[in-house]
């Protein structure tokens, strides 16, 4: 039966809305991550220039910058400076016109993580749960798998900040989309496949090893049409030289050759700028701990892994179809070693105070697209698309609350989730977001965020057959339990640790609330 407009668009609508509804927002804790690229997005729209001086004359000191000829400039890769660019000129020419002066860093982070950032990523998601629906013909992937990639994984915790890790996983993802739907290779969509590839490197430098990943796939995939695809990249290439050479003198000096702070040199001078032999030791924690682990924040990803590896190891067929199915589950494992490989080789790996391993968000996405290959299989077993729906919900719970709570999860914790987003919740303490600005205060301030997150969620928990309806999402929430409780039994960092963190973010907390005392 065919689906009215409206309850095809429900899933993507409160994925969406989830993202827009939560905004936490720490002005003390001064996030380099994020604050730097606010504050190089502030000099080009606001002074006209590339070097941050005059902002942090205005605003004060910001980590993660890079120095030359006395200048100080952010050490990240531009792309999402770029893209804050426009928005931020425009909020100051409209204050300018009401008279209100300058906004404040805050309110400034506000709209260009809204604009910026938030508006694209639910772009992407809209493209992607059409891309699902094109490629399985079911209602119950495309709602399943857009909540599963939207809430679930990385992109949501980092679809809220104004960084760049979530923004280039869709770009890089936008590209494969783009060469998946030229199946008569239209230089057009080959080109736009290479123009996304392009823009996922400026927008996170380490992405440079997806998009060669991109090509390759692209000149197998379309032979002699995939110059289209380099002439697509060579924009954005020229765009990030151009860059370069006026802040760093060369089209490929990287800032992390001048970083300003002597701290940080060691972690960008070893090897290729900080990049050097793989560390395998370093593969558990950045899979699988609670710390830290892509799978452990995830768990619906796992499966797409294992889906890879399968599709990607079935004996050769005659069948195009067959043909091209295995080299997209090639594409993911390259991908995927890729990407791996290049986070175990960092000197700085561990990324600081984030939220899952960041440096490979871009892997994200890659890794749902072999349940999207597996989906004729998995729909005729109910358990397992149930078992699909309750890891999704166990990966929505622990990326919305680490996104929607507190995004900065300290490296000496060792199970962050149940050591402090969930302490935070329980003491009251609620960070900025739609529940606040309706008046809401304590867990109260959350209900709207729990109420999107609880709809999308049931759309996808009672699966496609009425008759096994209760069986189908007892089962998805019965897996989502036992995940999460067996996480919350997990290794804990000593009460001393958890005490000194807990105290610090009290400190920090905003807005300021008695309930969140003695989180």
């Not at 409209?94 to 404040?104: E, K, N, V, Y």
């Amino acid at each position: 039966m065919q689906q009215s407009r409206l309850r095809r668009h429900a899933a993507w609508a409160l994925v969406s809305a989830a993202y827009l509804c939560a905004s936490p927002y720490f002005e003390q804790l001064n996030n380099p991550n994020e604050n730097v690229r606010v504050w190089a997005t502030r000099a080009i729209a606001v002074h006209g220039v590339l070097n941050i001086d005059a902002v942090v004359g205005e605003w004060g000191y910001v980590n993660d910058k890079a120095q030359r000829d006395h200048h100080l400039y952010s050490s990240k890769a531009p792309g999402v400076t770029f893209l804050g660019v426009p928005v931020l000129f425009a909020q100051t020419k409209l204050r300018g016109l009401f008279g209100w002066g300058s906004a404040g860093k805050r309110e400034t982070t506000f709209w260009l993580r809204l604009f910026a950032v938030k508006l694209p990523l639910c772009a992407f998601l809209w493209a992607f749960a059409r891309f699902v629906e094109r490629r399985t013909g079911s209602a119950l992937a495309r709602d399943l798998l857009v909540v599963a990639l939207g809430l679930g994984t990385m992109l949501y915790p980092y679809g809220g900040m104004f960084v760049g890790h979530a923004l280039a996983a869709a770009a890089a993802f936008s590209s494969f989309i783009c060469l998946d739907e030229a199946a008569d290779a239209l230089p057009r969509r080959v080109a736009l496949a290479g123009l996304f590839a392009g823009a996922a490197v400026v927008l996170e430098y380490q992405a440079l090893l997806v998009a060669l990943a991109l090509a390759i796939y692209a000149a197998v995939r379309h032979r002699r049409r995939a110059l289209w695809f380099a002439a697509g990249a060579l924009p954005p290439a020229v765009a990030l030289g151009a860059y370069h050479q006026a802040a760093f003198g060369k089209p490929w000096a990287f800032p992390y050759a001048n970083i300003e702070n002597p701290a940080y040199v060691s972690a960008h001078t070893a090897g290729f700028h900080g990049l050097a032999v793989p560390h395998l030791q370093t593969f558990p924690t950045f899979l699988f701990s609670p710390a830290y682990g892509l799978f452990t924040f995830s768990p619906i990803l796992l499966p797409g892994l294992v889906a890879a590896i399968w599709l990607a190891s079935r004996g050769h067929q005659d069948r195009s179809s067959d043909r091209a199915t295995r080299q997209e589950a090639w594409l993911v494992l390259a991908i995927c070693a890729a990407m791996f490989l290049f986070l175990s080789g960092m000197s700085n790996w561990r990324a600081g105070w984030c939220v899952g391993p960041r440096y490979i968000a871009v892997v994200v996405p890659f890794l749902v697209l072999p349940i999207v290959q597996s989906w004729p299989a998995i729909e005729r077993r109910w358990w397992a698309t149930a078992g699909l729906a309750g890891l999704a919900a166990a990966s929505a719970v622990l990326n919305v609350v680490s996104g929607a709570v507190y995004p900065h999860y300290p490296e000496s914790l060792q199970n962050p989730v149940f050591e402090l987003a969930f302490p935070l919740l329980a003491a009251g303490a609620t960070p900025y977001g739609l529940g606040w600005a309706l008046g809401l205060r304590g867990l109260a301030s959350m209900a709207p965020l729990v109420l999107l997150v609880a709809g999308a969620f049931g759309l996808v928990a009672a699966g496609p057959d009425r008759s096994r309806r209760a069986a189908h999402a007892g089962l998805a929430l019965a897996i989502a339990g036992l995940f999460l409780t067996g996480l919350a039994c997990c290794r804990r960092s000593p009460r001393g640790e958890q005490a000194r963190v807990q105290a610090f973010v009290r400190a920090t907390w905003e807005p300021r609330v008695k309930s969140a005392a003695r989180p």
